[in-house]
């Protein structure tokens, strides 16, 4: 797995350990555990709103959304989990 870095020469593969794992919690059945990069998606948007990271609980199956702040993003994309930009219509 490898995670893509912008330099000025434009981006560089960086490898990304397949073992990375992101702690987590389920607001709906309080349970704390740990996620693979593979099970989280992360949404950037032009807001705070709209910039979250998801994943479905492994013990109850809820879905699961939460913001993600800057530290957040940078932690999960440089970790490799698939990012979602989200875009604004034009008016």
Known sequence: MT???STQS????VP???AVRFRAA????????????????????AS???T??????PACGSAVR???????IELLSGG???TLRLHTALR
């Open 3 to 5: 995670a893509i870095s």
């Open 10 to 13: 434009g981006p560089v593969p």
């Open 16 to 18: 990304v350990p397949d």
């Open 26 to 45: 389920c607001p709906d059945c309080r349970e704390r555990f740990e996620l693979a990069a593979g099970a989280l998606r992360l949404a950037i948007g």
């Open 48 to 50: 705070r709103r709209t």
């Open 52 to 57: 979250f990271y998801s994943f479905t609980c």
């Open 66 to 72: 939460k913001p993600a702040g800057e530290r957040i």
């Open 80 to 82: 490799g989990v698939r």
